[in-house]
């Protein structure tokens, strides 16, 4: 029996498998909604809140929210997506996200949301925080000027034994997401390249491949993020 | 009573700059100096970060030169991955950086030229300065302006072939390249619709050493008599003592031709040259240590270059070469302005070059990458449009950058600048009570003469407001004038 529920998002009529979250089955029905810390294969979190959309007068999160028959939702607003830009801007100026230099550029999940939303000047301070950069691994370099916390690499980037390479350090501002230093040193170079690809930043660089792939082939070179998502 | 005069900003240049001139009582010039008046510290801040960013970070010194400074850093860093010292890349990865440089030149030099020194030789150097810029150029001058505009267009496609951008790209990685030319690509440039082909560029070169030679005929006196005065000469040639400016070795001459230095390898640059720091300037003094700041300073950049080297090795550029140097009979030509002359050489010589190149299948191979030993530092040269440029690095056992230094190339002709401006000031102003913006303008032409790129910053092309201030010996403004 087809547990098939209708929804509707700005009004267009949906179907997707009841209980799938938002934001997958916005995805089948040809909508792209935000996303910063989700990624396929991990449990969702809601961190980011890039993906906060509005339903029966509620922020939720699309990531985190299962579907429901009838629901009503709200993504493609101004004032939400006034909230997306504002969230994209704090990211932006709580680190020290250097675009010019950076070998994710072009690659880079919040710079392409940065464009996305047309961000130019940010309506926040810039903090310019001092930050590390981890150099000893022999495989990666982890680079907390970028990181955005987003867990990611520690949610998905796990040894044989389901350790993970990464785990959160300090709280609060002082919060950052560490290299575990005996399993950074025996990191594979398969292992180091799915650290990099998880990371929606230029937080996590495998070494001495920078800059290898040519501006024209980068992700983002062609067409802005979530336009590969269409019926 | 005494007079200080300042030039601030310094115009139709790229980056900033000022200049003052000190009077005594008398009206007499007793000291002229161009200071450098911002501080970039790019040689700090690229420490700790991954040596293979060096080369797309280090190029935001410039959005002129950028290309300069990328292949400079990435030449450091192929001797840091073990892919040699500048000859041991894949032939894609050699020729691919070699048009890219020589796109640089030749865009850069077709800026330098047409856009920022034609007025002044078009419209005389006391012209109406509101005539006297890149619009009155185009506006009295238009086919002039027209073959400015694209010669330069050309060489930023050739660039954004070769890097991926026309300003700012990624082309150069450490050893070698990340793209090669792709057969449409080539043939764009091959047989592109008029004006935008080689073969109309060697054409357009030719035209504008021949624009040149007919002012320099006109005008030999101004032209010969304007910041004369001898001085060394540096740049790197080949090892057979060719043009080359890509990859060669160190070679300096004197006033007379004499070699002072001797085709030294350049990895060992700091055993030959030094750096002296004044107090009015955050740019540097070198010099040839073995002969001593007073007398080791050099020049660089076109003029030098045609100095330095004993042929060029394409024949249009050659048979002009020949000619130019028989101007001295051989010997090193040391006239300021002679410079617009030889940088209108290499723009020649770049677009045969650029055209030999793209008819070399090697620059659409798929080897591009070459490493071998790590080592822990690296310096990388080349001729920058504007002169030898100097990149060093060393990095540490994470492969962080821990050292840097840059010797740019408007750093090393610091004091013939320096010398050329005084020289023009004593000339024009010793004596004089009135300073007119005639006679600020012809400072300006001695600096423009280098192609000066003062703090290696970006900014865009247009008219900034030139102003003149007069001090007592108490430092009180005495008067002040603007340009229009």
């Known amino acids: ?231 | 009573m005494s007079k200080k005069i300042t030039i601030e900003p310094v115009t139709r240049v790229e980056g900033h700059g000022k200049v003052t001139i000190h009077m005594d009582n008398q009206g007499k010039v007793y000291q002229t100096r161009l200071h450098i008046v911002e501080f970039r510290g790019f040689e700090r801040f690229v420490q700790g970060r991954p040596y293979w960013e060096a080369p797309v970070l280090v190029q935001r010194l410039c959005g002129i030169c950028p290309v300069s400074h990328h292949l400079a850093a990435a030449k450091a860093l192929d001797v840091i991955v073990g892919a040699g010292t500048g000859e041991g890349l894949t032939p894609t990865g050699e020729k691919m950086r070699r048009l890219m440089h020589y796109g640089q030149i030749f865009q850069s030099h077709a800026l330098h030229f047409f856009h920022l020194s034609s007025p002044d030789f078009l419209f005389g150097i006391d012209a109406d300065p509101n005539i006297r810029n890149v619009i009155g150029v185009a506006l009295k001058h238009p086919d002039l302006a027209v073959q400015g505009v694209m010669m330069r267009k050309f060489g930023q496609e050739i660039i954004r072939a070769t890097a991926g951008k026309k300003i700012h790209g990624t082309g150069a990685i450490p050893g070698g390249i990340n793209k090669n030319l792709s057969v449409e690509e080539r043939d764009e440039f091959l047989k592109g619709a008029d004006p935008l082909n080689a073969d109309k560029m060697v054409s357009w070169a030719q035209d504008a050493v021949e624009f040149f030679k007919g002012y320099y005929k006109a005008n030999k006196e101004f032209i010969d008599n304007f910041a004369h005065f001898p001085s060394n000469h540096l740049s790197i040639v080949r090892k057979d003592g060719a043009m080359d400016l890509y990859h060669g070795v160190l070679r300096a001459v004197d006033a007379e031709g004499k070699k002072i230095l001797h085709d030294v390898d350049y990895q060992e640059y700091n055993k030959y040259i030094e750096e002296e720091v004044r107090s009015w300037s955050y740019m540097k003094f070198p010099y040839i240590k073995e002969l001593g700041q007073d007398h080791g300073w050099y020049r660089v950049g076109p003029l030098a270059r045609l100095n330095t080297c004993d042929f060029i090795p394409t024949p249009l550029a050659q048979k002009e070469f020949e000619l130019y140097k028989s101007l001295t009979n051989g010997k090193p030509n040391s006239f300021c302005l002679h410079t617009h002359y030889a940088r209108l050489i290499e723009t020649l010589h770049a677009a045969e070059v650029i055209r030999d190149l793209l008819n070399d299948p090697d620059l659409l191979g798929d080897d591009l990458v070459i490493k071998g030993t790590k080592q822990k530092e690296g310096v990388g040269l080349l001729e920058a449009p504007r002169g030898t440029l100097f990149h060093h690095y060393r990095i540490n056992d994470n492969d962080q950058i821990e050292m840097a230094n840059l010797i740019v190339s408007t750093t090393n002709n610091n004091e013939p600048m320096n010398r050329s401006v005084n020289y023009v000031a004593k000339s024009i102003m010793d004596g004089k009570q009135e300073i007119t913006e005639s006679m600020m303008n012809a400072v300006e032409v001695a600096i423009r003469a280098y192609d000066p790129c003062l703090s290696c910053a970006t900014h865009a092309l247009g008219k900034m407001p030139l102003e003149i201030k007069l001090y007592d010996d108490n430092n009180n403004l005495l008067d002040a004038k603007k340009s229009q």
């Open chain 1, 1 to 231: 029996m087809s547990n098939l529920v209708k929804f509707r998002i700005d009004k267009t009529e949906c179907m997707a498998e009841a209980g799938k979250y938002i934001v997958e089955a916005a995805k089948e029905n040809g909508i792209y909604i935000p996303t910063l810390c989700n990624m396929p294969g991990v449990k969702p979190q809601g961190a980011c809140r890039i993906c906060t959309v509005r339903i029966n007068n509620r922020l939720m999160t699309a990531c985190t929210t299962p579907i429901a028959d009838g629901m009503e939702i709200e993504m493609d607003i101004p004032e939400l997506n006034d909230l997306r830009k504002a969230i994209v801007e704090m990211l932006f100026v709580s680190g020290n996200h250097f675009c010019p230099a950076c070998e994710k550029s072009g690659d880079c999940e919040l710079q392409a949301l940065a464009y996305r939303y047309q961000m130019f000047v940010p309506r926040f301070p810039y903090e310019f925080p001092q930050k590390e950069v981890d150099a000893s691994s022999t495989r990666i370099i982890k680079d907390q000027n970028r990181c955005i916390f987003c867990k990611r690499c520690i949610k998905s980037v796990k040894d044989e034994q389901g350790r993970s390479y990464f785990a959160f350090r300090h709280r609060g501002h002082k919060l950052e997401v560490v290299l575990d230093k005996e399993l950074g040193m025996s990191m594979s170079e398969e292992k180091a390249e799915q650290a990099m690809q998880s990371c929606p930043v230029g937080s996590i660089l495998v070494k001495e491949k920078g800059f290898s792939k040519p501006i024209g082939k980068r992700k983002f070179d062609h067409s802005p993020i979530g336009s590969d998502i269409k019926l």
